[in-house]
């Protein structure tokens, strides 16, 4: 049981998603550990994206497989994924732009049978408590980012799945979004995709590179950044 008990959280295992000639993923191997923040970074056209779809379910791969607190979750629904703990929010902004943020949190609160005070609570966790009654396309970019992820968070998962929490952001929205992250890396696991390496380097426990569909490193920040083979893929060597 001890043994099960230190497994990973998640763990990739030889995925291969091909289109046509063309290897988005080529037998990647990946496990995020329990309670850590780790980065998924690597240059356009790695697979980025199309490894979280594999994870969260959007897509399924040709080989290989994907396993969730132990179980095989390779060809399993994203919806089930979602209810066995794992969610995700997207690259770009996926809010109800019409509804109110109370409103936003309270349909996702409410597809999993919670409740009103549930409901404030995560507005409060996402730093938007002074914004409950305003539309979510009022908001600003950074703050519907910030609802964004509230509407992961209101599935109560054990894993989020991050695509570009930064993208857009000016330099005040992105401070408050690591504020986000670094407090909810204490409480679950995140594994968050990002191009912002200040932030990258920041916030994660381990980082993992990916180039051409393949990991071609893992590790602690500083021992990746210091990676030869990572510098000449990725991050310059200088």
């Not at 919670?114 to 996402?126: L, M, P, Y």
């Not at 992105?174 to 932030?199: F, K, Y």
């Not at 590179?209 to 490193?217: M, T």
């Amino acid at each position: 049981m001890a043994e099960h008990a230190q497994a990973p959280l998640l763990q990739l295992a030889g995925l291969v998603r091909h289109f046509g000639g063309v290897y988005a993923l080529n037998g990647v191997d990946l496990s995020v550990e329990r309670g850590e923040i780790h980065a998924l970074i690597g240059p356009n056209g790695a697979g980025k994206t199309t490894l979280i779809h594999h994870i969260s379910g959007a897509m399924h791969p040709d080989a290989g497989s994907v396993r969730f607190d132990g179980a095989d979750i390779t060809r399993m629904a994203m919806h089930t994924r979602v209810a066995h703990g794992l969610a995700r929010s997207y690259q770009i902004t996926n809010v109800f732009a019409r509804l109110t943020v109370f409103d936003n949190i309270a349909l996702a609160v409410e597809a999993r049978h919670g409740g009103g005070d549930e409901t404030q609570a995560v507005i409060e966790r996402i730093g938007l408590a002074g914004a409950t009654g305003v539309a979510a396309g009022a908001l600003s970019h950074g703050e519907q980012r910030q609802l964004e992820v509230g509407l992961a968070l209101a599935t109560a998962p054990r894993l989020l799945l991050l695509d570009e929490p930064l993208a857009g952001m000016g330099p005040e929205e992105s401070e408050r979004m690591i504020e986000l992250l670094d407090h909810l890396g204490r409480d679950m696991t995140l594994l968050l995709v990002e191009h912002d390496m200040d932030a990258v380097f920041r916030l994660a426990d381990r980082v993992s590179v990916l180039v051409a569909g393949k990991v071609i490193a893992s590790g602690l920040p500083d021992d990746v950044r210091a990676d030869a083979e990572v510098r000449r893929a990725y991050l310059g060597d200088t």
